[in-house]
Structure formats: structure tokens, C-alpha cells
């Protein structure tokens, strides 16, 4: 396999970005990049003839995406069966404002991925995905908690998705107002967003003494730009 198939995705009807395409980018890791600093994923999917999108966390190991939860949870149920699944997830970085009404917009990172899903069987894999999951929220937390009991990895079902469909989109940069509305006295630019950990809260039962890790005290998931 050549360079180049290795470090992008190979474009297909439901990947190739058709609105705005110079937006689109396809390499494997500017995708990797936006599924670790995302928390949250939306995952679409059709049942009996009635779409679903439902949110949930996730975590990435390699070329796969992982999604857990209960076995009794319909969507999980839902995916087991090799159905066709879309999975979104979307970083806003900015408010991009405009000197005209229409041409307001926003700086973000997103990512869709089509596929299917299958179940995680194997308890080593299953293990890894939870340590994915763990470390993807809270980087530095998977040493220092307990380890899920036997009981408790038979009790949780996992999904796995190859990331071998899917296509970023990112939109950078001021507005692009209409020539003629340059002139106008109305202020253009970009207010910054990004997601910002306020003061950590220690649980009521927490022992005397525990200090606060740095991993919590420091936390953020904001990238190098």
C-alpha cells in the first residue's frame, strides 16, 4: 500500500463534501485529530422506517471507533444487526460575523463516518476499548481507578466501527462579506469559542486528604492552532 492510501481516505459517493468541497479534507489525520478532541458523537441510524440520532461518548483506538453502553440499550440492540450507521462529530472554534446578515457563519472541525458496526466479543478488545473510553474523556485516569470487574465487562455492550469511510470538514478564517459590503461601518471578525473545565467539585464522600490530580486540575481539550 502506497503513502498516500495509507495517510488518506479514499473518497466515495456519501464522503465526497459537495457543498463548499474546498472544505473538505480527507486525510486520515486531520479525521483522528477531530474525533480525540471531541467528547460527545452523534450516531444516525433507521429502525423500522423511524430514524434515530442519539448522542453518546466514544473513544478511538487506531482506525476504529468505539461506542459502548448496556445491553439493553435500543440503539446498541439496533447496530448489532450490521445496519447502516452515520456517525457525526463537530468542534466549534468560532462565531464569524459578518457585515451582512447572510453571510454570518461559523469556524468549525467535523467529521461523518459511514458504516456498519460490530460487536466487540473478545474480552482483551473490550478491555482496550473501555481504557479508550476512559482515557478519551480524562487523559491520566485509567491507572489510578479501579479496573471494571469481570461482571461488569459482561455486563457492557461495545460496538466497534472501522474508520475507513469518512471525510472531515473544516471552515477557517474571517468573513467573506460581498465586495460592495466593505464599506459598510458595521463590525467583522471571529469571536473564539472553545470548550473551558471550570472549578473541579470533590465529591461528598470524598476521604480527607486526596488532593486534586493535575490531570483535572489542568484539564482541557482545547488544540494547538
Not at 38 to 45: A, D, E, I, N, S
Not at 61 to 76: E, N, Q
Not at 129 to 153: C, D, I, K, N, Y
Not at 187 to 193: Q, T
Amino acid at each position: 500500500m502506497s503513502n498516500s492510501s495509507e495517510n488518506v481516505l479514499p473518497v466515495t459517493q456519501r464522503t465526497k463534501i459537495k457543498r463548499i468541497p474546498q472544505r473538505g479534507q480527507y486525510e486520515r489525520q486531520v479525521i483522528y485529530d477531530i474525533l480525540d478532541e471531541g467528547l460527545v458523537c452523534h450516531v444516525g441510524f433507521a429502525m423500522d422506517g423511524q430514524p434515530f440520532v442519539i448522542p453518546t461518548a466514544y473513544g478511538r483506538v487506531g482506525d476504529r471507533l468505539y461506542i459502548h453502553g448496556s445491553p439493553a440499550s435500543r440503539m446498541l440492540r439496533s447496530l448489532q444487526n450490521a445496519i447502516e450507521v452515520c456517525v457525526t462529530v463537530t468542534l466549534l472554534d468560532g462565531l464569524v460575523l459578518a457585515r451582512s446578515a447572510f453571510h454570518h457563519s461559523m469556524n468549525y472541525r467535523s467529521v461523518v463516518i459511514f458504516g456498519t458496526a460490530t460487536t466487540v466479543e473478545s474480552s482483551e478488545e473490550k478491555l482496550a476499548a473501555l481504557h479508550a473510553f476512559t482515557e478519551h474523556v480524562m487523559s491520566g485516569r485509567w491507572p489510578e481507578v479501579r479496573p471494571p470487574s469481570l461482571q461488569e465487562l459482561q455486563g457492557t455492550l461495545v460496538l466497534s466501527l472501522l474508520l475507513d469511510e469518512a471525510s472531515a470538514k473544516v471552515r477557517t478564517g474571517p468573513p467573506l462579506d460581498d465586495e460592495a459590503d466593505y464599506s459598510l461601518s458595521v463590525w467583522a471578525g471571529v469571536l473564539p469559542l472553545q470548550q473551558k473545565a471550570g472549578v473541579a467539585i470533590p465529591d461528598p464522600h470524598l476521604h480527607s486528604g486526596i488532593s486534586l490530580p493535575d490531570y483535572v486540575q489542568n484539564y482541557t481539550r482545547t488544540h494547538s492552532k
